[in-house]
Nanobody, 125 residues
Framework: QGRLQESGGGSVQAGGSLRLSCAAS????????MAWFRQAPGKEREGVSCITWSGRGTYYSDSVKGRFTISRDNAKRTLYLQMNSLKAEDTAMYYC??????????????????WGQGTLVTISS
């Protein structure tokens, strides 16, 4: 059974940057599409960004487009999320996800095979 371990969360002021990482271990076979989701207090979990197994396709929610960049290093089995120009509304628990969907298009929680335990991002205004 594979495992996803996030790191890089923390507290920063609005306008600042953070870089999240997610290390995958114990998975065999072909690489999977991977994604970041987030869940703010009192809200449903939402998709933030998805990246195809090759890294050539990336998808973003409208709320983070232009500010966040997803990337992956398959040799290191690590997923990244560079978050710039952070806003108070970006405050949430961020989760790494291994997708079982055949495509990143329209990625949702229902297409997730495995979740990481989450890393907390807090933005102060």
């Amino acid at each position: 059974q594979g495992r996803l371990q996030e790191s890089g969360g923390g507290s920063v002021q609005a306008g600042g940057s953070l870089r999240l990482s997610c290390a995958a271990s114990g998975y065999t076979g072909s690489p999977y599409h991977m994604a970041w989701f987030r869940q703010a207090p009192g809200k449903e979990r939402e998709g933030v960004s998805c990246i195809t197994w090759s890294g050539r396709g990336t998808y973003y929610s409208d709320s983070v487009k232009g500010r966040f960049t997803i990337s992956r290093d398959n040799a290191k089995r690590t997923l990244y999320l560079q978050m710039n120009s952070l806003k108070a509304e970006d405050t949430a628990m961020y989760y790494c996800a291994l997708m079982q969907q055949l495509t990143c298009a329209g990625f949702t929680s229902s297409g997730v095979r495995n979740w990481g335990q989450g890393t907390l991002v807090t933005i102060s205004s």
